[in-house]
């Protein structure tokens, strides 16, 4: 089976399962409820997107991929598709260089759960800052909710896979149970 297919397959398996099983979130006194993972591996897999916030913010790209596997695939909030690590560090690293240069993002909350032996999915909010489209046109403050599919490696947490998306706030606040 290819990686492609068996990412796909993963993700697809995700997202079966993902009302089946158990949520963690970190709480304000550092504490993992139940999540399926370790208490150590959900520290573990929160310590890689503290750390990608951080290279996030000083635009340091070389260190936000640090976590990824080589064969890592991601979709951006405009739906570009990205297929391997080089592949991703060379669309950031532009990206960091030129529009998101001065942009800053704050973690809001992290929510890890097992998927199976040895993978994991993260759901994130952050806070982002304003910043000028490569259209010109400005995108003003907001949340983006991102996920990561990530899979325990001999050498620790490794992200296969990256989603992000902008928040409709109007949209989520009018919804029955969304969050």
């Not at 993902?18 to 573990?44: I, M, N």
């Not at 994130?124 to 489209?133: D, K, L, Q, T």
């Not at 995108?139 to 409709?168: M, Q």
Request: charged share 25%; hydrophobic share 40%; aromatic share 8%.
């Amino acid at each position: 089976m290819s990686k492609a297919i068996a990412t796909s397959s993963l993700l697809l398996a995700a997202s079966l399962v993902v009302f089946a099983t158990g949520v963690v979130a970190q709480t304000k006194s550092g504490e993992f409820p139940q999540s399926g993972l370790s208490e150590a591996d959900s520290k573990a897999i929160l310590d890689i997107i503290k750390a990608q916030e951080a290279a996030w913010n000083k635009h340091d790209m070389d260190a936000f991929t640090k976590s990824y596997r080589d064969d890592a695939e991601g979709i951006n909030i405009a739906g570009m598709y990205w297929r391997g690590k080089p592949e991703l560090l060379k669309h950031l690293s532009d990206y960091h260089k030129t529009i998101f240069k001065d942009l800053e993002e704050t973690l809001e909350e992290v929510k890890v759960h097992s998927i199976g032996d040895r993978y994991a999915i993260a759901v994130s909010i952050w806070n982002v800052g304003a910043f000028i489209a490569p259209n010109g046109v400005e995108v003003p403050a907001c949340r983006h909710r991102s996920t990561l599919v990530l899979a325990k490696e001999t050498d620790g947490w490794k992200v296969v896979h990256f989603h992000n998306t902008t928040i409709d706030e109007a949209a989520v606040k009018g919804a029955t149970g969304a969050r």
